[in-house]
């Protein structure tokens, strides 16, 4: 079964880095699709942030393109977001995801990780 | 960037009765349209993609249809484990734009 988990800090002060993990198993990312952030502002606002494909090709929200990046390790099967100088508007619930190929739909999803910008 | 305008966004509806949801697109999307679940706690699952084909193991009590602009999703005969929150996705634009969300509870 393919699972996906989100981890990283609940808090974050303004101005810092945002940096999280997803950890997947019950699949390889570099056998195929493309992996995803998004996030979901307090209020229900959802934002999809960009992608890594299997290849470690990336593909950006031009809303975020000069904050975000998102790299990963193929090693541990685990890919990464990080997003700078933060500011208390990036207060989401942070979910990573994986798309279709093809399509962009996501079929499987991680539960989400509350992060919290605030000095 | 392509406008959701999902609603309800709350609904409240009796164990057996059909429930829809709609979402509106700002312009064309072609049936790209994913509809996804979500209960509290857990992570999104999908339900719909391509507007209404319906993902490998949801219940056929699900569905959804539109075109152009307007798409729904129907839940027919409602269920107690049916109750969440319910989002659609387009996909046909790029960036991927999503609804607000519609907060399903039981009456």
């Known amino acids: 079964e393919i699972q996906l988990q989100e981890s990283g800090p609940g808090l974050v002060k303004p101005s810092q880095s945002l940096s999280l993990t997803c950890s997947v198993t019950g699949y390889t990312i570099t056998s195929g699709y493309d992996w995803s952030w998004i996030r979901k502002f307090p209020g229900n606002k959802m934002e999809w942030m960009g992608y890594?494909?299997?290849?470690?090709?990336?593909n950006y929200n031009p809303s975020l393109k000069s904050r975000i990046s998102i790299t990963r390790d193929t090693s541990k099967n685990q890919f990464f977001l990080q997003l700078n100088s933060v500011t208390t508007e990036d207060t989401a619930t942070y979910y990573c995801a994986r798309y279709q190929l093809g399509a962009y739909y996501f079929d499987y999803w991680g539960q989400g990780v509350m992060v919290t910008v605030s000095s | 960037d392509i406008q959701m305008t999902q609603s309800p966004a709350s609904l409240s509806a009796s164990l057996g009765e059909t429930v829809t949801i709609e979402c509106r697109a700002s312009?064309?999307?072609?049936?790209?349209l994913a509809w996804y679940q979500q209960k509290p706690g857990k992570s999104p699952q999908l339900l719909i993609y391509?507007?209404?084909s319906l993902h490998t193991g949801v219940p056929s009590r699900f569905s959804g249809s539109g075109s152009g602009t307007q798409y729904s999703l129907k839940i027919n005969s409602l269920q107690s484990e049916d109750v969440a929150s319910y989002f659609c996705q387009q996909y046909y634009d790029y960036p991927d734009t999503f609804g607000a969300g519609t907060k399903l509870e039981l009456k």
């Open positions: 890594i494909s299997y290849s470690g090709s990336t």
């Open positions: 312009e064309d999307i072609y049936n790209g």
């Open positions: 391509n507007a209404n």
